[in-house]
DNA sequence: CGACCGATTGACT
DNA sequence: GTCAATCGGTCGG
């Protein structure tokens, strides 16, 4: 399948966002290849959004989300944990789409060992339904800051168009912006956060 | 420098 | 429902 062209991260969070939802994220790891459908974003907007890691302007740490849009952005997070963005927008933009949650599809059981899964004692929806579980499942660090989403070794690629309905609502965990509705998800799907 | 707190999770009452 | 884990970013002095 076609990886998805830079055209289409050269466009505002939001719509980026919505548009990731049914799209395919795949991880290669060695001879390993981790995939899943993205079922959950939230869009964060840059300098003009009080929630956004880029709202107080350009540091190092959030370097990436002012560079060019098609790249991911990943941050550490409770002394624990990592999420990853989709970077968004040309260069200078800021902007950003956190991914969620996903559905896995390849490579569940790499997945389940990433996540100390010791056995199928957990639920399996648990697998991946958070920001943090998502990166831990597929491997995603400090080291994958900055990937090139256009390369081989993260990359997003089309997916079947969504049958299911697109959900709407506020964002999840954050004390500034609240009222933004900048959440998008696929109602109804077993692997969205609780 | 110290204090506070976070785009979270999992364990526990 | 509550709360600890654990550390880097941010802000005030």
């Given at each position: 399948m076609k990886k998805l062209p830079r055209s289409f991260y050269f466009r505002s969070a939001p719509l980026v966002a919505k548009d990731l939802l049914g799209k395919i994220l795949v991880r290669r790891i060695g001879q390993t290849t981790l995939s899943g459908k993205i079922v959950e974003v939230e869009a964060y907007l840059g300098k003009?959004?009080?929630?956004?890691?880029a709202y107080r302007g350009k540091t190092r740490r959030n370097e990436v989300m002012f560079g060019e849009g098609g790249h991911l952005y990943v941050y550490f997070t409770y002394g624990m944990h990592f999420c990853a963005n989709v970077v968004t927008g040309k260069?200078?933009?800021?902007e950003a789409v956190l991914i969620r949650a996903i559905e896995p599809l390849d490579g569940i059981e790499l997945m389940k060992r990433n996540r100390g899964?010791?056995?199928?004692?957990?639920?399996?929806?648990?697998?991946?339904?958070?920001p943090a579980k998502f990166c831990e499942a597929f491997g995603?660090?400090?080291?994958?800051?900055?990937?090139?989403?256009?390369?081989?070794k993260i990359f997003l690629i089309e997916g079947e168009s969504p049958k299911s309905i697109i959900g709407t609502s506020t964002r999840i965990g954050?004390?500034?912006?609240?009222?933004?509705?900048?959440r998008f998800f696929l109602k109804g799907n077993e692997w969205v956060s609780k």
């Open positions: 003009k959004d009080p929630a956004s890691h260069k200078d933009v800021s899964f010791l056995k199928d004692v957990r639920l399996l929806y648990t697998l991946t339904n958070g995603i660090k400090r080291e994958e800051n900055g990937t090139d989403l256009r390369g081989d954050i004390t500034r912006g609240k009222e933004k509705k900048w």
